[in-house]
């Protein structure tokens, strides 16, 4: 917002945003990938939800519902796709029928409030993956 001075969707859409992400400090390690990411976000949710990004989950009828509609947004795989659920749900209170039995019962990154559950967490992550491939290890 500081930088393009603007959350306006249309706007935001309309602009090269690549300039504003590479700037010191740069917004994202590939500054232009996500520059061009946000803006194509941007345009489909202006297109589709006519700017109101918070259609996307106030109007989903059902978990599956939501789970499509986070699907459809560029640069929206799986696992984001599942972490903005557990993000609405967890830190929101979004809550339409059959989510709650989607989410996970562990820990995810849509948990995460604060820098320190964050460097935790992404702790937690590189300890487990390490005793998967100890684990694997051993098996070979």
Do not use: N
Not at 20 to 48: D, T, Y
């Amino acid at each position: 917002k500081e930088r393009a001075r603007t959350l306006d969707s249309k706007k935001l859409a309309k602009m090269d945003l690549a300039p504003l992400f590479a700037e010191k400090p740069a917004i994202h390690r590939f500054p232009g990938a996500m520059a061009e990411r946000v803006r194509l976000l941007c345009a489909f949710v202006e297109q589709r939800y006519d700017g109101d990004a918070a259609r996307i989950w106030r109007d989903a009828a059902s978990g599956d519902d939501l789970k499509a509609r986070l699907g459809e947004l560029p640069g929206f795989g799986e696992m984001k796709v599942r972490t903005v659920m557990t993000l609405l749900a967890r830190q929101f209170g979004v809550d339409p029928p059959g989510l709650a039995a989607m989410l996970p019962d562990h820990q995810t990154l849509g948990d995460v409030r604060t820098a320190e559950e964050l460097a935790s967490y992404q702790a937690g992550k590189r300890a487990a993956k390490a005793a998967r491939r100890a684990a694997a290890a051993d098996k070979s």
